[in-house]
Structure formats: C-alpha cells, structure tokens
C-alpha cells in the first residue's frame, strides 16, 4: 500500500490555485460570506500562508473577479458566421450559463461586494462591457460606429446585465425566455433608433437582410404584427 505524497507547487501555481478555489466559493455564496479560513480550508492550505500570497480578502477577491471578467468577457466571443439574430442568442445563452454558473459572484461584481467602489473592480466591470461592445460591433461590421449606434449597442449591455440580475433574484421568468427577449430587444433598439436616423435605418437594413423566416428577429416581427392585430 502506497502513501501519496503531496506536490510541492510553485508560488504563481499557488496563486492561481487559490484564485479558483476563491472563485469556486465567492459563486456560490456571496464574497462577504466567504472568509479566508474556508478558503484556506479548501485549498487544504494554513491561514498564515494565504497571506503569504495575498495581503487580504480584498486582493484574493479583485483576483478572482479578474479571472471571472475574462471569462465573462470571452462568453460574448462569437464566429462571424450565420444570421446576426442566432449569433446574438447564442452570446445570450453563454452569458446566462456564466450567470447561472457564478450568480451570487456575478450578483456582488454587479451590485457590489469586499470591493465596491475601488477602481480595480470598476475596471474589471468596464472592461467586460468593452469587451462586448467591441465584439457586437465587429458583427455588425463597423468600425467607425455613429453616436446612436453606440447608445443602442451600450444601452442593450447594460439591459443584460440589469435582466441577468433580477432574473437571479426569484428565477420568475424562464431562462430560454429571456435571452430570446434580450436578442428581441437588440432589434428593437435598433429599429426605434432607426426611426430617428437614416444611417442607422440603412444599419438595421443591412442586419436584417440575411435574416431567416425562422430567426429570432423575425419572430419578434410576427409577435408585434400578432399583437397590433
């Protein structure tokens, strides 16, 4: 019978150990409950050597939410192939597993948590918002976005995040239902914004050309006509 011997890791191998295992706690409970105890508990780890490598709660924490706001950042990271209008649902779909996955930890980044207000969390949420503001521009194919464009497309972000966190407070509405809602509201930005601009008219034009019967924007277009009938 053999006895197993414990690796010794490397300082960096550490740091990223106790940034998951911190990351796997603060998802689900809230970070204010989390101490450095149970975390050093589940890295089967002393409490003085987690100060070894983090001075605190607050740089454990920003360290984790750094390497959630990538992951949250690379949900929105979609091939440029197909209708806009399924590409778009599938974003939705990755960004309600992510929430669904971390939701007390998204809840905290969002509503605040051990770090609300520092400007390391600030820019950890700044970035993922930049992140998918880049990555919805780059499937509309425009480099140069005119000043509605920009307001559509950063209005809509923040209409998900805003969605994603009160569907966590109760789950009242089917998941499927929201993200194939949030993928309707994009289109009704943008048709509304439309209304007042011919170049965001000749945008909407070009989103919808390829778009099939079946599609998320169509369906928005039958529900509507079914609802004014």
Do not use: C
Request: hydrophobic share 45%; aromatic share 6%.
């Amino acid at each position: 019978m053999s006895t197993g011997v414990r690796r010794r890791m490397g300082v960096e191998e550490r740091r990223q150990q106790l940034i998951g295992v911190a990351l796997e706690l603060f998802s689900s409970r809230s970070p204010d409950e989390v101490s450095i105890d149970e975390i050093a508990s589940a890295a089967g780890i002393s409490r003085p050597l987690v100060y070894h490598y983090f001075p605190g709660k607050l740089s454990l924490y920003e360290a984790a939410l750094r390497r959630a706001s990538d992951e949250l950042a690379g949900r929105f990271v979609e091939p440029q192939e197909g209708p806009l209008g399924d590409r778009l649902l599938r974003v939705m779909r990755r960004f309600f597993d992510f929430v669904e996955e971390h939701g007390p930890g998204f809840s905290a980044l969002m509503r605040g948590g051990p770090a609300v207000g520092s400007s390391t969390t600030n820019a950890l949420i700044d970035s993922v918002r930049q992140a998918a503001y880049v990555q919805i521009l780059s499937h509309l194919r425009v480099e140069d976005p005119p000043a509605r464009l920009e307001l559509v497309i950063r209005s809509w972000i923040s209409l998900a995040e805003s969605t994603a966190l009160i569907w966590l407070d109760g789950r009242r509405i089917p998941r499927a239902e929201l993200e194939a809602q949030l993928v309707h509201d994009f289109a009704a930005l943008a048709a509304v914004s439309a209304a007042y601009d011919d170049e965001m008219g000749m945008l909407l034009r070009h989103m919808l050309k390829d778009e099939p019967i079946d599609g998320p924007f169509n369906d928005l277009v039958t529900r509507l006509i079914a609802l004014a009938s």
